[in-house]
């Protein structure tokens, strides 16, 4: 089992190579650390190998807390050595926070992360990483999911949108005065 490298690192599209003891080992990191590595640039990595039937790839991480973060995502069912690593490459204290506050938004930016995935990957990291905030697992009526698509798209958080539109009798109110609504609120913080 490979647990650390370091060696000189060639910058490949979506991987590393680190040469170490004459021998190159293909490493994948976070788009982040992959674009803050130069070519050649000698580097030192957390690396933790994944095993299959049929591959052994290795990742590589800057800091053990990543490499344990990765380690606590690649448990949950359904989230797989790319998704984990996409998620840790977005930085461990945000993912603490997106957890502790349950905010599925942080989630859901990553590919191949929906919103269910997100729900679950909150519910199954707060007892490890402690919570700030309850989820909200109950499902949006129709014109409430379209405002709040309409309002993502416009760049608003989903946790303030959310809070905003509870204050709100979305039944009784025409969805584009419900957006407007919201956007105010939000805009006067």
Known sequence: ????????????KDHLIVLTGGVGYLVYVGSRLLSNIQNEEIIAL???????EDRFELYGFQTEDE?????????????????????????????IDAVQ??????????PRVGKKLAQKIIIE??????SLKELNLSTLSPKAQDAMDALLSLG???????????TLDLENMDLQIAIKTVIKMNSAK
Not at 1 to 12: D, S
Not at 101 to 110: D, L, P
């Open 1 to 12: 089992m490979i647990a650390y490298l370091q060696g000189q690192a060639l910058v490949k």
């Open 156 to 166: 608003f958080e989903e946790n303030s949108i959310a809070n905003a539109l509870a």
């Open 125 to 130: 990291l707060k007892p490890k990483l402690g």
């Open 101 to 110: 506050q349950a905010q599925t938004s942080f989630f859901t930016s990553v």
């Open 46 to 52: 957390q690396i933790y190998s994944h095993i299959k």
């Open 67 to 95: 490499l344990a973060i990765f380690k606590m995502l690649l448990a949950i069912s359904g989230v797989g050595p790319k998704t984990a690593i996409a998620l840790a490459d977005a930085g461990v204290n945000k993912l």
